[in-house]
């Protein structure tokens, strides 16, 4: 008569069935986190962004006459020259992205995708853009050199 021996699970499949249960955990977590860090993107959670915003060289402050509206395509801004002050808007559409032109006669932008118009200033007088163009952050350097942050 033979003993009976407890029945073992070959180490084999214990391996494996470790192995695949890792990799799916794992699959999870890194989707968990990718989740939460889009989710932190799209919330605009400080920190999370990488380095600061880009600086874009627009010219010297001689490229500006005063009393004049200049686009710099580099930046996608229109850069105002009034009353001794340097401005910038964002010439992106704030409805779809299209990018605004001047207006004859210097009288403010239109959006030439579905109409949407702006003042002098960027503030929203027409639809079916919501809101106004963005202003941007602009500076004059020490050597004339003049940068627009686009972001
Ligand atoms: S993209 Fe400018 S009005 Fe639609």
Redesign the pocket.
Known sequence: MSQAQPPTEPTSDVTRRRFLALLVHGGWAAALGVLVYQIGRFLGAEGLTSGPSPLVAAGKLADFPPDSTTYVPEARAWVQHEAAALTALDAV?P????L?QQKEGDSGFR?P????EFGVNGELERG??ERPLRQLEIQTRPDDTVTIRTT
């Not at 995708?113 to 949407?116: A, K, P």
């Open positions: 559409c409805h779809l992205g299209c605004v959006c995708c579905h109409g949407s079916p853009a």
